[in-house]
T-cell receptor
């Protein structure tokens, strides 16, 4: 089915380091979304990708829609303490009513 | 502030209690969603409402009962819950159920004793 596998599950990095995480599926997705969830809050949309090969930036964040349409990557450059949170990839399922979410990558940034 | 509010933010209830969670969106959207978020598990879609009509029920036990009186408000009525129902319950909305971008509320942290 259209399950999303995120890796790594968690990351512990030093402030200033770059971060890379990815999301893969055994099925093709037509859209990839990346959300961030901070402690005590709901997920907030960071980047939306709609075309294979698309590379989109939002400040220090860059995400790419994989050519095979079965994966996506999110990179964060020069991390800062406020980058802490859980990053989720997501995409609509077969009927576009069912948004599938990965299990998330938990990011910890040490000052 | 995403334009989606949820109350209460925290709720502790016994297994025999009846309580309700409320969600309100100020975005003019037509679709609203309930999700359950448990520790270390992906978000689980529970219910979808589109133009006040329930369009999806993901095999959710009947002890969870949704209500959507209008496009701006969504409730989740809780009755005789189990301890394993303890989780963060998130509400979301989108312009329509076929639109990708969903906007989430802050969630209600539910603990069932």
């Amino acid at each position: 089915g259209q399950q999303l596998n995120q890796s790594p599950q968690s990351m512990f990095i030093q402030e200033g380091e770059d971060v890379s995480m990815n999301c893969t599926s055994s099925s093709i997705f037509n859209t990839w979304l990346w959300y961030k969830q901070e402690p005590g809050e709901g997920p907030v949309l960071l980047i939306a990708l709609y075309k294979a090969g698309e590379l989109t930036s939002n400040g220090r964040l860059t995400a790419q829609f994989g050519i095979t349409r079965k994966d996506s990557f999110l990179n964060i450059s020069a991390s800062i303490p406020s980058d802490v949170g859980i990053y989720f990839c997501a995409g609509p399922g077969y009927n576009n009513n069912d948004m599938r979410f990965g299990a998330g990558t938990r990011l910890t940034v040490k000052p | 502030e995403t334009g989606v509010t949820q109350t209460p933010r925290h709720l502790v209830m016994g297994m025999t209690n009846k309580k309700s969670l409320k969600c309100e969106q100020h975005l003019g959207h037509n679709a609203m969603y309930w999700y359950k978020q448990s520790a270390k598990k992906p978000l689980e879609l529970m219910f979808v409402y589109n133009f006040k009509e329930q369009t999806e029920n993901n095999s959710v036990p009947s002890r969870f009962s949704p209500e959507c009186p209008n496009s701006s408000h969504l409730f989740l009525h809780l009755h005789t819950l189990q301890p394993e129902d303890s989780a963060l319950y998130l509400c979301a909305s989108s312009p329509s159920s076929s639109t990708d971008t969903q906007y989430f509320g802050p969630g209600t942290r539910l603990t069932v004793l």
